[in-house]
């Protein structure tokens, strides 16, 4: 215990070092929330991939995913990986590069209200980041707080005090460039974690053969190209986890800073390979869950019988990884949420200040105090995130499914139409928006699984953006 008290605290002192450098090297709102737009292929590459991937996929998704679906739970790691990284770095890269520069544009707020000439679509955005932001990021707190509560046996509200004081204070120090330099570091440990995680696990189960018949013995559909719960929730995960990177305004940031083109293409090959190493390592050792965990070795991951579902993983974990190792898979899953943590904070809090603030309250607000209004949103986001955490208001998958789908219902279909088609306007943009989200939470509170739910609303967004701007044409004056 003593050891992973130095090893945590070290990590701490490691990130708040880092955070003091980035500080010194913030001079102004750009610096602060772009790195001054010059960030380089390696840092784009693994901050894109840390941002994307936390403790929502290796507590949340890992355990209650793989233990329902099994082996078919990879094919959400291949959309993840196939879609979500290399597809977006591919097809969309460059041009959000481009767009950044010929719009003069810091948000995805600020872009729709120029390409489409709406300031309606831009408070509209922006108050759809910040409210919805907020329950992903409570799901990376509550993934992190199981953790640390089997870890270390901390009470879950007292790491859940402690990681929101930590998140707040490094990402207050420097902004994005200190996350750009820390994500290096935190993509490293990641890649040790997971592939100690692989071997460790295939060991305890006496090889990969031996897993897979338990697993065939327990429900042969576990090691099916299917899972039990069938087709159509499987699509649904993969649509949601893997589609809604295309416009994830924490993920499209990461574009405005980089450098330039040869920079792209040598981060898509790199975050593609991280990601591909990262999820299905993660989602295969999720769906061995069935084969190590019953209600007698694992009391704390059952109620009467039946699984609790956020708390498979860190069972699992402990039950697996050797005394000596377990400190490596912590700082894991704790480099992997602190960077996701600080993107969704950093956008949270840049649609308050910058779009909201900046955009139609105070617009001759100076760059200084900007930029200081943005480190005071980002502790206001954190303090509401830790809130929601602490009522756990359902299960992580649960929380980031409605978080996901809601944020991609609103921003799919006027993003990427935005992107690539002249013809379509404000009336399809503003329609495929707010009709998305409209449907989306609809479906969800009327009883229907969250990434189900996400998955409709976006699909609408994308479809109705064309139709609405092709019925309605730009010349039509409101």
């Given at each position: 215990?003593?050891?992973?008290?130095?090893?945590?605290?070290?990590?701490?002192?490691?990130?708040?070092?880092?955070?003091?450098?980035?500080?010194?090297k913030?001079?102004?709102?750009?610096d602060?929330?772009?790195?001054g737009?010059?960030?380089?292929?390696?840092?784009?590459?693994?901050?894109?991939?840390?941002?994307?991937?936390?403790?929502v996929?290796?507590?949340?998704?890992?355990g209650?995913?793989?233990?329902?679906?099994g082996?078919?739970?990879?094919?959400?790691?291949?959309?993840?990986?196939?879609?979500?990284?290399?597809?977006?770095?591919?097809?969309?890269?460059?041009?959000?590069?481009?767009?950044?520069?010929?719009?003069?544009?810091?948000?995805?707020?600020?872009?729709?209200?120029?390409?489409?000439?709406?300031?309606?679509?831009?408070?509209?955005?922006?108050?759809?980041?910040?409210?919805?932001?907020?329950?992903?990021?409570?799901?990376?707190?509550?993934?992190?707080?199981?953790?640390?509560?089997?870890?270390?046996?901390?009470?879950?509200?007292?790491?859940?005090?402690f990681?929101?004081?930590?998140?707040?204070?490094?990402?207050?120090?420097?902004?994005?460039?200190?996350?750009?330099?820390?994500?290096?570091?935190?993509?490293?440990?990641?890649?040790?974690?997971?592939?100690?995680?692989?071997?460790?696990?295939?060991?305890s189960?006496?090889?990969l053969?031996?897993?897979?018949?338990?697993?065939?013995?327990?429900?042969?559909?576990?090691?099916?190209?299917?899972?039990?719960?069938?087709?159509?929730?499987?699509?649904?995960?993969?649509?949601?986890?893997?589609?809604?990177?295309?416009?994830?305004?924490?993920?499209?940031?990461?574009?405005?800073?980089?450098?330039?083109?040869?920079?792209?293409?040598?981060?898509?090959?790199?975050?593609?390979?991280?990601?591909?190493?990262?999820?299905?390592?993660?989602?295969?050792?999720?769906?061995?869950?069935?084969?190590?965990?019953?209600?007698?070795?694992?009391?704390?991951?059952?109620?009467?019988?039946?699984?609790?579902?956020?708390?498979?993983?860190?069972?699992?974990?402990?039950?697996?990884?050797?005394?000596?190792?377990?400190?490596?898979?912590?700082?894991?899953i704790?480099?992997?949420?602190?960077?996701?943590?600080?993107?969704?904070?950093?956008?949270?809090?840049?649609?308050?200040?910058?779009?909201?603030?900046?955009g139609?309250?105070?617009?001759?607000?100076?760059?200084?105090?900007?930029?200081?209004?943005?480190?005071?949103?980002?502790?206001?986001?954190?303090?509401?995130?830790?809130?929601?955490?602490?009522?756990?208001?359902?299960?992580?998958?649960?929380?980031?499914?409605?978080?996901?789908?809601?944020?991609?219902?609103?921003?799919?279909?006027?993003f990427?139409?935005?992107?690539?088609s002249?013809?379509?306007?404000?009336?399809?943009?503003?329609?495929?928006?707010?009709?998305?989200?409209?449907?989306?939470?609809?479906l969800?509170?009327?009883?229907l699984?969250?990434?189900?739910?996400?998955?409709?609303?976006?699909?609408?967004?994308?479809?109705?953006?064309?139709?609405?701007?092709?019925?309605?044409?730009?010349?039509?004056?409101?």
């Open positions: 215990m003593l050891t992973k008290i130095i090893v945590i605290s070290a990590y701490a002192l490691m990130i708040i070092i880092v955070g003091i450098i980035g500080l010194r913030t001079r102004s709102f750009s602060f929330f772009l790195g737009g010059n960030i380089g292929p390696w840092m784009t590459a693994f901050t894109y991939g840390t941002a994307y991937f936390s403790a996929l290796f507590i949340g998704f890992a209650k995913i793989g233990w329902g679906f082996y078919s739970s990879l094919w959400i790691a291949a959309g993840n990986a196939l879609i979500g990284v290399f597809g977006v770095w591919w097809f969309l890269g460059y041009r959000i590069k481009q767009m950044s520069v010929e719009y003069g544009v810091h948000t995805m707020a600020e872009y729709f209200e120029k390409r489409y000439d709406s300031k309606f679509l831009k408070l509209f955005s922006s108050i759809a980041i910040f409210i919805f932001f907020i329950p992903y990021s409570a799901a990376v707190f509550m993934g992190l707080s199981y953790l640390f509560r089997a870890t270390f046996g901390i009470d879950y509200t007292l790491a859940l005090v990681m929101g004081l930590f998140t707040a204070l490094y990402l207050v120090l420097g902004g994005y460039r200190s996350m750009a330099m820390i994500d290096v570091i935190f993509g490293i440990i990641m890649i040790v974690g997971v592939v100690i995680l692989l071997w460790t696990t295939i060991d189960g006496g090889g053969t031996k897993i897979t018949a338990g697993l065939n013995s327990i429900n042969p559909q576990l090691t099916k190209l299917i899972g039990p719960p069938g087709w159509w929730p499987l699509f649904c995960l993969i649509f949601l986890t893997s589609i809604a990177p295309l416009a994830m305004p924490q993920l499209v940031q990461k574009f405005y800073a980089i450098k330039d083109r040869r920079s792209i293409r040598i981060g898509m090959i790199a975050s593609t390979c991280f990601a591909l190493l990262i999820t299905c390592i993660g989602y295969f050792v999720g769906a061995t869950a069935r084969f190590f965990l019953n209600p007698e070795n694992a009391p704390g991951a059952f109620a009467e019988g039946q699984p609790i579902f956020d708390a498979l993983m860190p069972e699992l974990l402990a039950n697996l990884i050797p005394g000596s190792l377990s400190i490596v898979i912590l700082l894991l704790l480099s992997a949420s602190m960077s996701t943590l600080a993107a969704l904070v950093l956008i949270s809090s840049s649609s308050i200040s910058k779009d909201v603030y900046a139609f309250i105070n617009p001759g607000v100076s760059d200084r105090r900007l930029t200081s209004l943005m480190r005071l949103s980002s502790v206001f986001f954190v303090a509401l995130s830790v809130i929601l955490a602490w009522f756990k208001p359902a299960t992580i998958v649960s929380v980031l499914g409605i978080s996901w789908g809601a944020i991609g219902s609103v921003f799919l279909g006027p990427i139409w935005g992107l690539f002249k013809r379509v306007n404000k009336f399809g943009a503003t329609a495929s928006s707010v009709l998305g989200l409209g449907v989306c939470l609809t969800y509170f009327s009883g699984p969250s990434p189900q739910s996400g998955t409709i609303g976006m699909i609408v967004s994308l479809a109705v953006n064309p139709l609405v701007s092709f019925c309605v044409p730009a010349a039509v004056k409101e």
